[in-house]
């Protein structure tokens, strides 16, 4: 009798970027060890999964860089090194099949893990979508930032804005379109920021949205938007997306953020979706947090996005999407 062998665990590829320059409050360096702190790895293994953790990243060996930094963009030259190795070593976790969990670290962390993604998934003939759970569009150039924070000019970056041009050097920048960008949770926006959103066309679930259609309808309409261009989905989850009764440990809490319950049905649908690929974690400052409140809310939200639930459910049979 023919016994079909099972499948193999996924893998899950840990890599932590501390990282805390492109923000304007210090202490996201000290995300990696936190999130690690509230068992991240422990929840991920008890799941099922492949789980290697390799470690924290470091920009020791980024030579001397010799390009003209922008006027407006602080500490350029420890991000720009920041950024480049972290491009390297995302496309190298990509290459593997292993799905990239990067821990950080302010938000300026996803110039290099999403631009690593994006290359591997250009190679693969596939489209990578962005979903930006977060308080702030991070929307901004050195043209429009009124803080010149670089944290803040991530998702620019990403989606191909001038501004930054020399970041990544060697590294292939691998842009996403507009298009590819989901803004989810936005709450706070620059004048200049707000105006290049609308020219660009950059699709926004601001926190009305969510009050007037619910989370569920926004997510499954994005999940059938990337389904249906054979897309998949990288996370970029800074957890001041989350209100901040519920997740204190930020430097930039807006109020009215996502609730606890909310935040769950999002990854939830997500895991369902079978289409999330890479992930990061930003901005937890655990030097703000109250006895590690934020980390392990944190760490439930990536439990569930990795399939943890209350009750047994069936497994829609739309929710295996191959590797990019």
Same mark, same amino acid.
């Given at each position: 009798m023919n016994r079909s062998n099972p499948a193999p665990p996924q893998r899950i590829a840990i890599l932590g970027a501390p990282i805390d320059l492109g923000a304007s409050v210090r202490g996201t360096l000290m995300g990696p060890a936190a999130l690690r702190t509230a068992g991240l790895l422990t929840v991920l293994e008890s799941l099922g999964l492949d789980v290697i953790d390799h470690g924290d990243v470091g920009i020791a060996e980024i030579g001397e860089l010799n390009d003209e930094p922008p006027g407006n963009a602080k500490h350029y030259r420890q991000i720009q090194r920041w950024s480049r190795i972290l491009a390297r070593? *995302?496309?190298e976790l990509?290459?593997?099949g292993a799905i990239p969990v990067f821990l950080g670290g302010d938000h300026s962390l996803s110039m290099g893990s999403v631009n690593g993604v994006a290359r591997h998934c250009r190679d693969s003939g596939r489209e !990578?979508?962005?979903l930006w759970l977060d308080a702030h569009a991070d929307y901004n150039t050195p043209a429009t930032t009124i803080t010149a924070n670089m944290h803040g000019m991530s998702a620019a970056f990403l989606c191909g +804005?001038?501004? !930054?041009?020399g970041l990544l050097g060697d590294e292939a920048?691998? *842009?996403? *379109?507009p298009d590819q960008l989901e803004l989810f949770g936005i709450r706070s926006v620059d004048k200049a920021e707000k105006e290049l959103l609308r020219l660009r066309r950059v699709s926004i679930a601001d926190m009305r949205a969510i009050d007037e259609f619910g989370v569920g309808v926004l997510m499954r309409r994005l999940i059938e938007k990337v389904r249906a261009r054979n897309g998949v989905l990288h996370l970029s989850f800074d957890v001041d997306f989350l209100d901040p009764e519920v997740a204190p440990g930020v430097g930039t809490t807006v109020? #009215? #953020?996502?609730?606890?319950? +909310?935040a769950h049905l999002i990854m939830e649908l997500l895991h369902d979706s079978g289409l999330v690929r890479s992930v990061d974690i930003v901005e937890l400052n655990p030097f703000l947090d109250e006895r590690g409140k934020t980390a392990r809310v944190a760490v439930e939200l990536i439990a569930s996005l990795f399939g943890q639930q209350i009750t047994d459910r069936p497994t829609p049979t739309n929710a295996i999407v191959p590797e990019p």
């Open positions: 070593r *995302s496309y990509a290459q593997t !990578l979508f962005v +804005e001038a501004g !930054l041009d920048r691998a *842009s996403i *379109s109020p #009215g #953020g996502a609730t606890y319950r +909310e």
